[in-house]
Structures are given as C-alpha cells and as structure tokens.
C-alpha cells in the first residue's frame, strides 16, 4: 500500500512538472550584433496574440527600430511593426509570429550610421 502511495505522489509530481514547463511561456533574450549596431531583444512569451518585443540598442546611435517576422522554411513573412522609441529601448507590438514553429525576427535599425537588418532565432511554442 505504502508503494502505491508513492508512486501516486511521483506520478502526480511528473505531471504538474510537465504541465507547469508547458503553460509556462518560452522567454527569448537574445543579443546579436551587425556591422553598425549590437542589439538586445527580450519577447516575453512568443507564442502570445499579440507579441510583444523589446529592443534595445547597445552599439550605435539608433533613430528607429522595426521589426518583422520570418519563417524561413515555409516562406512566410509578417508584416513589418515600427517599434515606439521608449527611454532606454524600442517596443513594438504586433502579430509578428503566426504559427508555432522556428522564426526569425529581423530587426531593422536605422540611425546616423545608416540602416542594417540583424535576425535574432525564435522558437515560438504549440
């Protein structure tokens, strides 16, 4: 009885660990550097309606930030999303994923050096 009892409580303990990692969102921070511009994006939950992405610009003297997403393997493409300048990053808001799946988000800066396109790896969860 003692056996049955404990293996209940694995069980049971199994099953709220994968359910918690599943419902919890899959976070991505991510830094990546062009040839003009260093970045540093932080989406929350990437597989939300809408998503919402930070940018942060830590090389360069940036004017504005875009963002759009990209599905290499299935050839689909977001539209892109200006991003609205805050006090210490950029934040854009839109439909940027639209299925779960591998993506791309190309972050297109523009600033006093001249623009650049820098592509940060997503992985958007069922």
Known sequence: MRRVVIMILLAAAAVTVFAAGRLAPDRVEE???GRLYAIA???EDP???PVTAAVRVERGAA???SVSGRMPQ???VTPEVAARRGEDRFTAT???FGMSGVWELAVRVRGTDGEEVITVPVLVPA
Do not use: D, K, P, Q
């Open 31 to 33: 830094r990546r550097a």
């Open 47 to 49: 597989a939300a309606r």
């Open 41 to 43: 994006v932080t989406i």
């Open 63 to 65: 004017v504005s930030v």
């Open 74 to 76: 299935m050839g689909h």
């Open 94 to 96: 839109g439909a940027l």
